[in-house]
């Protein structure tokens, strides 16, 4: 039987290779967005102070860019735990704007990084990439166009953010998430299937109606 390909809804951006959760960054970036209250204005001023301490215009242009796609997809409430959280949710919830950012992200968080959790497996490694990355490409033509060297940092920088989201170790052992009672309130009440992007069990959600 020959299969057919169809397109997908969405295509994968695979953007996100500039860097990784790109923490500290995000975190005055939102500052800032907080106290003007506009994207556009916040962007600006991010580059003309050197918000991100980069070595040029062109660069802190490309990064705010980037950071505010991101934080975009946060509301009000997430925003401000972004800017006043623990250290451990501000991971989180940078985690949860790249997930919301890209579908790539999302598919592999739900379906790779979850799925070997509940399985009781407990390390991620190049392999568990490359199974996913195949899989997909069959139904997604722009990721067969990539180049291997593009690809490649794809995973580098897939599985740095994991490690800065606190969510992979430096062995590449997944650590299961942790969301403070805060942050359960903020997100995952309101929007259960996100909790489909971390290593958790349903039991931990219940914190929140405490």
């Known amino acids: 039987m020959i299969k057919v390909k169809t397109t997908p809804t969405k295509k994968y951006a695979f953007s996100f290779v500039i860097g990784g959760l790109l923490y ?3 975190v005055r970036f939102a500052a800032l967005f907080v106290e003007l209250g506009n994207w556009k204005r916040a962007r600006e001023l991010a ?22 796609s991101r934080l975009k997809t946060l509301n009000e409430k997430e925003l401000k735990l972004l800017v006043d959280g623990t250290v451990r949710d501000r991971g989180y919830i940078l985690w949860l704007a790249v997930c919301r950012r890209y579908k790539f992200i999302r598919d592999f968080a739900v379906e790779i990084l979850r799925e070997k959790f509940l399985n009781l497996e407990t390390e991620l490694d190049r392999k ?8 997909k490409a069959e ?16 995973r580098r920088t897939l599985f740095k953010m994991l490690r800065e989201a606190d969510l992979l170790s430096p062995e590449n052992r997944i650590y299961p998430a942790m969301p403070s009672a805060s942050l359960i309130n903020a997100v995952f009440q309101e929007r259960h299937k996100e909790a489909l992007f971390f290593p958790l069990l349903k039991s931990q959600l219940e914190v929140g109606n405490c």
């Open 24 to 26: 500290q960054e995000s």
């Open 47 to 68: 580059v003309e102070q050197n918000l991100l301490q980069t070595r040029t215009a062109k660069t802190s242009e490309r990064l705010c860019r980037e950071i505010c």
């Open 128 to 135: 568990d990439f490359e199974v996913f990355f195949a899989r």
């Open 139 to 154: 139904w997604h033509d722009e990721l067969e166009a990539l180049k291997p060297m593009t690809k490649a940092k794809g």
